[in-house]
């Protein structure tokens, strides 16, 4: 019976494992949220948070870059050539104000979603074409904006009047 215990075990084991993958892969529907959380820096050494999609009746988890300064606002996602799934960058202003984003030096499409003082979605510049200089606007005064990977939020369901929390 020893045996049988062991391969019980062991088979316990592998539905754990694979049970926490599950959570943690790069789906950003799989995992539960905590907005704010610290995921430490990032490649680029901007600080990471985890940050909450509240769309269609689901709780969607990015981990996103902060770019908190404006140097690191004026550089973005420039020159990078892969953004995954369950990944972005977000762009917090101290005061509400109309932004307007471009793609020059830009190699990946991207989604950029404008972001209201209550964590409201104002709207989303869909799938920007890499190396534009076409500007991207809020309709509204806001103060964040989101960055994700080019055809995202269509794919997954985001769309204006959502809400977006990352503290």
Not at 11 to 16: C, E, M, S
Not at 82 to 104: H, Q, T, V
Not at 105 to 110: E, F, G, R
Request: charged share 20%; net charge neutral.
């Amino acid at each position: 019976m020893i045996g049988g215990k062991r391969a019980l075990l062991a088979v316990g084991f592998a539905l754990a494992l694979t049970s926490c993958a599950a959570a943690t892969g790069s789906n950003p529907a799989k995992a539960a949220c905590t907005a704010g959380a610290d995921h430490g820096t990032s490649a680029a050494g901007l600080t990471q948070v985890e940050l909450c999609v509240r769309a269609k009746g689901k709780t969607l988890r990015y981990i996103v870059e902060v770019a908190d300064t404006p140097p690191l606002q004026a550089r973005g996602l420039m020159f990078r050539t892969e953004l995954a799934d369950d990944r972005g960058m977000l762009f917090p202003f101290r005061e509400p104000r109309m932004a307007s984003f471009w793609m020059k030096n830009t190699v990946i499409p991207l989604d950029i979603v404008f972001i209201r003082a209550d964590g409201t979605i104002e709207n989303i510049g869909e799938n920007t074409v890499p190396y534009s200089l076409d500007s991207v606007q809020s309709t509204a005064p806001v103060t964040a904006v989101l960055e994700l990977r080019g055809g995202l939020t269509a794919e997954v369901g985001i769309a204006a009047g959502d809400k977006i929390s990352w503290r």
